[in-house]
């Protein structure tokens, strides 16, 4: 079961620090979903060698990352922005080998964590 934690609200230009328990899958990450707006891919890393995926949007701002230790992925969100205001999901899948930016490829979800930026 994936628990998230960490959304809250913010200004813009701050920053956010969110959390997911880790699966003992290959690959886990984050999506987010906007109102009215399709659930989006925003970052993956695969457990094998913790190689890190960004979508286009997030690129340079966000930074996805692993603690063994604490059993948890972590979704560091800085120079957030107004567009960023999402529900924001972690997400896995056993069946995968590599990262996949559509939702339909993921079959385990958390319950989601609201992120809103605004002034």
């Known amino acids: 079961q994936l628990v998230e934690s960490g959304g809250g609200l913010v200004q813009p230009g701050g920053s956010l620090r969110l959390s997911c328990t880790a699966s003992p899958y290959y690959v886990e990450g984050w999506f987010r979903q906007a109102p009215g707006k399709e659930r989006e891919g925003v970052s993956f890393?695969?457990?094998?060698?913790?190689?890190?995926y960004y979508s286009n949007s997030v690129k340079g701002r966000f930074t996805i990352s692993r603690d063994k230790a604490e059993n948890t992925v972590y979704l560091q969100m800085n120079s957030l922005e107004p567009e960023d205001t999402a529900v924001y999901y972690c997400?896995?899948?056993?069946?995968?080998?590599?990262?996949?930016?559509?939702?339909?490829?993921?079959?385990?979800w958390g319950q989601g964590t609201q992120v809103t930026v605004s002034s």
């Open positions: 997400a896995t899948d056993p069946r995968l080998r590599n990262a996949s930016f559509d939702p339909s490829d993921y079959d385990y």
């Open positions: 890393i695969v457990m094998s060698d913790d190689s890190t």
